[in-house]
């Protein structure tokens, strides 16, 4: 196993990445960095430590370094400042939901506050989307979302699960009517797979799942835009409390 720890030096903050085998170097070498600036173990507008200091204390070669901080940069997680270095950019102004499900992917694991933050994030787009398929949806809408439902009941594998309940997030969007929601809603299709792969493993009894999105239907079939946000609400609620559980 490689290890590199960037050991006292003020600058560097003590960050540590297990270079084991599996993904290549670089791309193992990128997600620590990511994984310690969501942790705050690297602050935002702290320099690293040299390419080659870095390179030598981690017993990788300066070309991987090198072309791992260039991505970083070129993501904006990373900035560079002729003649001063390369410092930790602000993700809160700069970085995309990348950063973060990158990090879930690689670690499984989930930040309490950055969870909370996407759970306020899905509620004001997934709320509004449930108000408007309330308003705007079609018969053939009814039709897709409660078939999605019906699939996901008898649904067995952990894939199938994710990909169908997925699937009825992106329905109500596209019930809306409205051409950008359902792009919204698939630019954090990633993140959001990730998410539902571990709030299924966590899942003990699905049914309360199947509850709520059966009286989201309903409400849409009724065109009540208020109840279907409400239930809408409860279903994301339920879903951060499960997923909050495993922290």
Request: aromatic share 6%; glycine share 6%.
């Amino acid at each position: 196993m490689l290890k590199w720890i960037c050991g006292n030096t003020t600058e560097a903050g003590g960050f540590m990445a297990d270079l084991t085998s599996g993904q290549s170097l670089k791309n193992k070498f990128t997600l620590s960095i990511k994984q310690r600036i969501l942790s705050g173990e690297l602050a935002i507008g702290q320099r690293l430590p040299p390419e080659r200091e870095i390179a030598l204390k981690a017993g990788i070669s300066r070309t991987i370094v090198h072309t791992g901080i260039a991505d970083l940069v070129a993501k904006n997680v990373l900035m560079v400042i002729p003649r001063k270095g390369t410092f930790v950019n602000d993700f809160r102004k700069e970085a995309t939901l990348e950063l973060y499900n990158a990090i879930l992917k690689y670690t499984g694991r989930l930040d309490e506050n950055i969870t909370k933050s996407l759970t306020v994030y899905r509620e004001i787009i997934e709320t509004a989307n449930a108000g408007l398929a309330a308003q705007n949806r079609s018969p053939s809408d009814l039709e897709s979302l409660r078939e999605t439902l019906k699939k996901e009941r008898v649904a067995s594998s952990l894939d199938e699960k994710v990909a169908l309940d997925y699937q009825f997030h992106l329905q109500i969007a596209q019930a809306t009517g409205n051409i950008v929601l359902p792009m919204a809603v698939r630019s954090t299709e990633a993140m959001y797979k990730s998410l539902l792969r571990l709030f299924y493993e966590k899942l003990q009894d699905p049914g309360p799942v199947f509850m709520l999105q059966e009286k989201t239907i309903s409400a849409i079939e009724r065109r009540e835009s208020h109840e279907a946000q409400a239930y809408m609400k409860q279903m994301l609620d339920f879903g951060a409390k499960v997923l909050m559980e495993q922290t």
